[in-house]
């Protein structure tokens, strides 16, 4: 299994990206997939998740500003990201896993993504 995220950037805050993250190689039927975070000097921290029901939750950090969304046609895990703030520059990763969203603790993904770079500045 392959992830390979693209489309961070950088941007000012108020304004929106779109990462994305193409998924290559997954057989399985069902899936958990989220996004993480990982700014200079902290700790990871998970943005979201979707699992293959299209069930989804999100940080209190991100709620209301971050959707996250699944096309299963281009296998391709999206994480639309409005209003940025400063405070959202990170890597940002994607993840996989075929187990249930809400048996999977943490960040203890199978697979996972390079990581792709957004930056906001004030």
């Known amino acids: 299994v392959e992830l390979v995220e693209s489309g961070g950037g950088s941007v000012q805050a108020g304004a929106s990206l779109r990462p994305s993250c193409e998924v290559f190689?997954?057989?399985?039927?069902?899936?958990?997939m989220g996004w993480f975070r990982q700014a200079p000097g902290k700790a990871r921290e998970e943005v979201g998740r979707?699992?293959?029901?299209?069930?989804?939750r999100y940080a209190d950090s991100v709620t209301g500003r971050f959707t996250i969304s699944m096309d299963r046609v281009a296998n391709t895990l999206y994480l639309q990201m409005d209003s940025l703030r400063p405070e959202d520059t990170a890597m940002y990763y994607c993840?996989?896993?075929?187990?249930?969203?809400?048996?999977?603790?943490?960040?203890?993904?199978?697979?996972w993504g390079q990581g792709t770079q957004v930056t906001v500045s004030s």
């Open positions: 979707i699992d293959s029901d299209n069930v989804t």
């Open positions: 190689g997954y057989t399985y039927g069902r899936y958990c």
């Open positions: 993840a996989a896993d075929p187990l249930l969203c809400s048996v999977i603790p943490r960040d203890l993904f199978d697979y």
